[in-house]
């Protein structure tokens, strides 16, 4: 397998504004809104999922003050999975093409369009 080839693979077929639900782990079970795609590992930054305290230091002139923030944290999306608007459950993406040519991911329960 080529290296170029193995990379397409584990590209995430999340977007930004997806429903998600965490499959595995700590915050198992959760849902939230993806704020943030970020290609490098294949991660996801989701809305109120994987909270992490981070310790900030005051920066007067950025007007930050110091002390612990409580922020999220990025999750493999390997452990996220989509949800369907339509029928409401997590699902595996599957493709199809519309009439008018273009390629969009459905839900693997109720055949229901996932982009809008
Ligand atoms: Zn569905």
């Not at 429903?19 to 079970?29: A, H, K, L, P, Y």
């Not at 409401?88 to 599957?94: E, H, L, N, V």
């Amino acid at each position: 397998m080529g290296r170029a080839v193995a990379k397409e693979r584990v590209r995430s077929r999340l977007r930004k504004n997806d429903n998600v639900e965490v499959i595995s782990g700590r915050d198992s079970g959760k849902r939230g809104r993806v704020l943030q795609i970020i290609p490098a590992g294949n991660r996801v930054l989701v809305q109120g999922v994987c909270f992490v305290k981070k310790h900030t230091k005051p920066n007067p002139q950025r007007n930050i003050k110091g002390g612990i923030l409580e922020r999220e944290a990025p999750l493999s999306a390997s452990k996220l999975m989509i949800i369907c608007g339509e029928c409401g459950k997590r699902t595996r993406i599957g493709f199809k093409r519309l009439a008018d040519g273009r390629k969009v991911r459905t839900c693997r329960h109720c055949e229901g369009v996932l982009d809008k």
